[in-house]
Each structure stands twice: as C-alpha cells, then as structure tokens.
C-alpha cells in the first residue's frame, strides 16, 4: 500500500515503525499492509505520535497540522526605546522581538508587562502567552505626564507668557506637560522677567 504524509508546516522529520525516511514532508511512499507506526518531529511543534493501517492497492493519507511550541512576541512603544521588563527580568527596549519556548506547560502562565521611558509614566500590563504561529503584538502610546506650573509676581496682575503662548496673568497657575519651558513674565513699568524653566 501507499502512505502519504503531508505536515503544515512542511519539512517536519518522519519515522516509520522507529525508521526515519530520507525524505521530510511531504512524503509518499510504499509500505507493506498493516499497523504503522508513524512518528512527525519539528523543531518548535509538538511531536504526533501516532498509528495507522496500511491497506494493500491503497493511499492512507496522513494530514497533520503541527501544533507550535513557541510565540513571537513583539513589543512597540511610541516613542520608541522604553525598557521592557517582563516578570521583573529586563528584556531589550522597544521596538522588542522575542521568541518564547512554551513547550513546558510550567511556561504558560500570564506574565507581567512594564514598559519603562524616561519622562513618561511606567505602564504595566498582564499579558498571557500561549503556543502559536501568529506573532502575539503589544502597542502602547506613551502619555507625557503632567505636572502643575505656578507663577506668581509682586505686584500681581502680570502677563505670562509660556512657550512664547499667552496664557494669563499672575497669580498664575495651569496643568502643563512635563518638559522645560521658556516663561516670561511682564508688566508695564517693570522690567520683563525671562527664564527657563
């Protein structure tokens, strides 16, 4: 009789009755007729260990979809370059590409997600990772956190100017982004005050 073994993906290593063939898969052959037993190994998916029934003057087709041990995880931040730290172990920085062996059950737990960037806040995440032939992909924007400005003057009443913006008179006080500003700060009569904070 005819086996034929086809494997997605294909290239997979087979062994008939502990005989491995010269050929990977897909693969076709003559076999006498009988029970056969019918070993596909690739690295990176799991193993089938199976038996089939060869028939004489007949085709015994073997399908087999391998099931992945491994996901690729990819990481992107905007901007680019935070620290990924995943269960408290520091990996690389953003844009982040790494391929987990999940082959021991042990290994298929959530695991914690911290992207760190200077400037921004931390952000944490809990991400499961499971076998699989798609890429597991992570994005997070960064928000510039904010900070509270407060400008006062004596006398009060003075024009504030942020960022060449108008934004006020003194006492001023305003939610803004962190980051440096060029403040200025002016009254008639007075000498304009100009710094950067």
């Not at 038996?51 to 007949?58: A, D, L, P, Q, Y």
Request: net charge neutral; with cysteine.
């Amino acid at each position: 009789g005819t086996i034929k073994v086809v494997t997605d993906p294909p290239g997979a290593n087979l062994y008939l009755n502990g005989i491995k063939t010269a050929d990977f898969t897909p693969f076709t052959g003559s076999l006498n007729p009988g029970a056969t037993r019918v070993l596909i190994e690739k690295s990176k998916y799991k193993s089938l260990d199976t038996t089939v029934v060869i028939r004489g003057k007949e085709t015994t087709v073997l399908d087999v979809n391998l099931k992945p041990t491994t996901v690729w995880l990819n990481v992107f931040s905007t901007p680019s370059g935070a620290t990924v730290n995943i269960d408290g172990k520091d990996y690389g920085r953003t844009p982040f590409s790494y391929e987990w062996n999940l082959a021991g059950v042990e290994n298929q737990s959530s695991k914690i997600l911290i992207l760190k960037l200077d400037g921004y806040d931390e952000h944490r995440d809990v991400i499961k990772l499971v076998p699989s032939k798609i890429p597991l992909e992570f994005k997070h924007g960064f928000k510039v956190p904010k900070g509270q400005c407060q400008i006062t003057s004596s006398p009060s009443a003075a024009q504030v100017f942020i960022g060449g913006m108008y934004r006020g008179v003194t006492p001023f006080s305003g939610e803004m982004d962190f980051g440096s500003y060029d403040v200025k700060v002016q009254l008639d009569g007075y000498e304009n005050l100009e710094k950067e904070f």
